[in-house]
C-alpha cells in the first residue's frame, strides 16, 4: 500500500454571487486594476478542486460489506438460518419457524454425567463395595498386628532384661479371628545379645508354634503357653574375639565340631605365641562344654612350651641346629651332666669334650644329636641353670613364667563353654555344630509356659 502524501488544498473558484459581492465592494478607483486582473485569468488556466481524503480512500483496499472490519471472516449460513435470516426467518422461503433456544438441555447433559454411576449394574457395585470393605478389613487387621508385636516386644524386653529390645514376628491371616480365639498360629522371635555366663549369645532365634495366650487382646498379655517351639542360638567368633580376647587371642571354625585358637599371650613383659584346639561338645541339654587340647606357647624361633601331661619346654629344630653349630653353647650345654645325659652322651666322651674340639665336633657333627636336643625337657634346667638357659638364647624369666602355668588355668582362657538363661526353662539345647561365623546350637521345647498361664 502506497503511503499518503500531504496535498495543499487549492483556493476555490468564486461563484456567481461572491463575485457580485465583489463588485458591489468595488471602489472608483480600483477600475484599473480589474483590468489587470482580467488579464491575469485570462492566461492562466483555471486548476479544477480535488478532495484529499477522496484520494486516500482510493489508496486503500476495496470495502467489503460482507467483511467491515477486513479481518478475512464471513457470515456463517447456518447462523444466518438460526438468526431468521434468508429463508428461514419469520417471513422466509420454506423454512422452519424461529424458536427459542432451550438452555435446559446443557443442565440436562450435566446431570447424565452424574447419572451415569446409576447405569453401572447392581452386582458391579455390590463388587465394588466388597472390595471396599475388604481392603479396610485388611488395613485393620494388619494395624492391630502391628501394634500387638509392639507389645509384645516391650514386654520380652522387661521381663528378660534385655539390653536390647527383641523383634516379634506374628504370622497367620487374618490375626483378629486369631484374637478371638486366644490362640496364634506361629510366632518368630529373635532375639540379640543374650548373656550366657562369660560370653554372650549374638543372636537366640525362636520359631514358636500353637500359642494359647492368656490376655485381653490387642490392650494387655498377662501369660501363654507354647505347644512346640525350635530355634537356635549363634555364639559369635567376633564375639569371642572381644569377650576373651584380653589375651589377644582369635577363634575360627576347624572342622564340624572344633574351634582353632591363634593369637598372643603376654608373659613377663614379652608376647609368646599361644595356639590350641577346642572341641566342643554338648553339657547335659542344657550346656556347652569344651575340650582344650594341643595347647603351646611359642618363643618365636627358640622354644615352645606345653603345658599339660607331657608339660615341657624344649628347642625348636631351628635353635638346636644353631647350638650344634655354636662351640660356646654346645660346650656349655655338655658342662651339665643332666644334659650331657638326656644327650645319650656317656660322661667320659662328654668330658673330653669339654677340652677337646675335634671330640666336640664329633659329638655335634652326629645326625642323632639335634633330634636329640629338640628332645631334651628344659623345664628343670631354667630352674637349675638359669646361665645356661640365658647362653642358649632364652630369657630365663620368660622361661621361669612360662613353666608356671598350668593347663586347667590355659584352658580356662579359651573356655567356650555357657549355660542357657535360666529364665529360658523348658528350653533344651539338641544339636551343636561349628559354622563359619561361630558356635550354632539347635533349641528345642514343648509346653512351655511364660507369665500367668491360661
Same mark, same amino acid.
Given at each position: 500500500?502506497?503511503?499518503?502524501?500531504?496535498?495543499?488544498?487549492?483556493?476555490?473558484?468564486?461563484?456567481?454571487?461572491?463575485?457580485g459581492?465583489?463588485?458591489?465592494?468595488?471602489?472608483?478607483?480600483?477600475?484599473?486594476?480589474?483590468?489587470?486582473r482580467d488579464?491575469?485569468?485570462r492566461?492562466?488556466?483555471?486548476?479544477? #478542486?480535488?478532495? @484529499?481524503?477522496?484520494?486516500?480512500?482510493?489508496?486503500?483496499?476495496? #470495502?467489503d460489506?460482507?467483511?467491515?472490519?477486513?479481518?478475512? *471472516?464471513?457470515?456463517?449460513d447456518?447462523?444466518?438460518?438460526?438468526?431468521?435470516?434468508?429463508?428461514?426467518?419469520?417471513g422466509?422461503?420454506?423454512?422452519?419457524?424461529?424458536?427459542?433456544?432451550?438452555?435446559?438441555?446443557s443442565?440436562?447433559?450435566?446431570?447424565?454425567?452424574?447419572?451415569?454411576?446409576?447405569?453401572? @449394574?447392581?452386582t458391579?457395585?455390590?463388587?465394588i463395595g466388597?472390595?471396599?470393605?475388604?481392603?479396610?478389613? $485388611?488395613?485393620?487387621?494388619?494395624?492391630?498386628?502391628? #501394634?500387638?508385636?509392639?507389645?509384645?516386644e516391650?514386654?520380652?524386653?522387661?521381663?528378660?532384661?534385655?539390653?536390647?529390645?527383641?523383634?516379634?514376628?506374628?504370622h497367620g491371616? =487374618?490375626?483378629?479371628?486369631?484374637?478371638?480365639?486366644?490362640?496364634?498360629?506361629?510366632?518368630?522371635v529373635?532375639?540379640?545379645?543374650?548373656?550366657a555366663d562369660r560370653?554372650?549369645?549374638?543372636?537366640?532365634?525362636?520359631?514358636?508354634?500353637?500359642?494359647?495366650?492368656n490376655?485381653?487382646?490387642?490392650?494387655?498379655?498377662k501369660?501363654? $503357653? $507354647?505347644?512346640? *517351639?525350635?530355634?537356635?542360638?549363634?555364639?559369635?567368633?567376633?564375639?569371642?574375639?572381644?569377650?576373651?580376647?584380653?589375651?589377644?587371642?582369635r577363634?575360627?571354625?576347624?572342622?564340624?565340631?572344633?574351634?582353632?585358637?591363634d593369637?598372643?599371650?603376654?608373659?613377663?613383659?614379652?608376647?609368646?605365641?599361644?595356639?590350641? *584346639?577346642a572341641?566342643?561338645?554338648?553339657q547335659?541339654?542344657?550346656?556347652?562344654?569344651?575340650?582344650? !587340647?594341643d595347647?603351646?606357647?611359642d618363643? @618365636?624361633?627358640?622354644?615352645?612350651?606345653? =603345658?599339660?601331661?607331657?608339660?615341657? +619346654?624344649?628347642?625348636?629344630?631351628?635353635?638346636?641346629?644353631?647350638?650344634?653349630?655354636?662351640?660356646?653353647k %654346645?660346650?656349655? +650345654?655338655l658342662?651339665?651332666?643332666?644334659?650331657a645325659?638326656?644327650?645319650?652322651?656317656? @660322661?667320659?666322651?662328654?668330658?673330653?669334650?669339654?677340652?677337646?674340639?675335634?671330640?666336640?665336633?664329633?659329638?655335634?657333627?652326629?645326625?642323632?644329636?639335634?633330634? %636329640?636336643?629338640?628332645k631334651?625337657?628344659?623345664v628343670?634346667? !631354667?630352674?637349675?641353670?638359669?646361665?645356661?638357659?640365658?647362653?642358649?638364647?632364652?630369657?630365663? !624369666?620368660?622361661?621361669?613364667?612360662?613353666?608356671? #602355668?598350668?593347663?586347667?588355668?590355659?584352658?580356662?582362657?579359651l573356655? +567356650?563353654?555357657?549355660?542357657?538363661?535360666?529364665?529360658a526353662?523348658?528350653?533344651?539345647?539338641?544339636?551343636?555344630?561349628?559354622?563359619?561365623?561361630?558356635?550354632?546350637?539347635?533349641? !528345642?521345647?514343648?509346653? *512351655?509356659?511364660?507369665?500367668?498361664?491360661p
Amino acid at each position: 500500500m502506497r503511503s499518503p502524501t500531504r496535498i495543499s488544498s487549492p483556493r476555490p473558484q468564486n461563484s456567481h454571487n461572491d463575485s457580485g459581492r465583489d463588485d458591489a465592494r468595488k471602489r472608483p478607483g480600483d477600475a484599473h486594476d480589474d483590468g489587470v486582473r482580467d488579464d491575469a485569468h485570462r492566461d492562466v488556466h483555471p486548476v479544477p #478542486y480535488s478532495n @484529499p481524503y477522496e484520494e486516500l480512500a482510493e489508496l486503500a483496499d476495496p #470495502y467489503d460489506p460482507e467483511d467491515p472490519l477486513g479481518l478475512g *471472516m464471513k457470515p456463517d449460513d447456518d447462523d444466518t438460518s438460526d438468526l431468521g435470516g434468508g429463508g428461514g426467518g419469520p417471513g422466509g422461503d420454506g423454512g422452519e419457524p424461529w424458536s427459542p433456544p432451550d438452555h435446559g438441555r446443557s443442565r440436562r447433559g450435566r446431570r447424565r454425567g452424574r447419572g451415569r454411576f446409576k447405569a453401572v @449394574p447392581l452386582t458391579v457395585k455390590l463388587v465394588i463395595g466388597v472390595l471396599v470393605l475388604a481392603a479396610l478389613a $485388611v488395613l485393620a487387621d494388619r494395624c492391630a498386628v502391628m #501394634y500387638v508385636e509392639r507389645k509384645a516386644e516391650a514386654a520380652l524386653q522387661k521381663k528378660l532384661k534385655l539390653a536390647t529390645a527383641p523383634n516379634v514376628t506374628i504370622h497367620g491371616f =487374618p490375626f483378629l479371628t486369631q484374637v478371638l480365639d486366644k490362640k496364634l498360629e506361629k510366632v518368630d522371635v529373635a532375639v540379640p545379645d543374650v548373656a550366657a555366663d562369660r560370653v554372650s549369645l549374638a543372636k537366640v532365634n525362636v520359631q514358636a508354634e500353637g500359642i494359647r495366650l492368656n490376655a485381653d487382646l490387642p490392650t494387655s498379655i498377662k501369660g501363654a $503357653v $507354647v505347644e512346640r *517351639m525350635k530355634g537356635n542360638v549363634l555364639l559369635a567368633f567376633e564375639d569371642l574375639d572381644r569377650e576373651l580376647g584380653a589375651s589377644q587371642v582369635r577363634f575360627r571354625a576347624y572342622g564340624p565340631n572344633s574351634v582353632r585358637a591363634d593369637g598372643k599371650l603376654p608373659v613377663a613383659g614379652q608376647n609368646v605365641s599361644l595356639h590350641a *584346639m577346642a572341641h566342643i561338645q554338648r553339657q547335659g541339654d542344657r550346656g556347652i562344654s569344651t575340650e582344650v !587340647t594341643d595347647m603351646r606357647l611359642d618363643i @618365636p624361633g627358640i622354644a615352645t612350651y606345653r =603345658p599339660g601331661k607331657d608339660a615341657g +619346654l624344649r628347642l625348636h629344630p631351628k635353635a638346636a641346629k644353631q647350638i650344634s653349630e655354636d662351640t660356646a653353647k %654346645a660346650r656349655a +650345654l655338655l658342662q651339665v651332666p643332666s644334659v650331657a645325659e638326656r644327650l645319650g652322651i656317656a @660322661p667320659e666322651p662328654a668330658g673330653r669334650a669339654r677340652t677337646d674340639d675335634r671330640q666336640l665336633d664329633k659329638i655335634t657333627g652326629s645326625p642323632e644329636f639335634v633330634p %636329640a636336643l629338640t628332645k631334651v625337657n628344659l623345664v628343670d634346667v !631354667t630352674n637349675e641353670h638359669p646361665e645356661l638357659v640365658k647362653k642358649l638364647g632364652i630369657d630365663p !624369666t620368660v622361661a621361669a613364667a612360662l613353666t608356671k #602355668y598350668k593347663l586347667p588355668e590355659l584352658s580356662e582362657k579359651l573356655s +567356650l563353654s555357657f549355660q542357657l538363661p535360666e529364665k529360658a526353662k523348658g528350653i533344651k539345647i539338641q544339636n551343636i555344630g561349628v559354622e563359619p561365623d561361630g558356635i550354632v546350637a539347635d533349641l !528345642t521345647g514343648t509346653k *512351655m509356659g511364660f507369665g500367668k498361664r491360661p
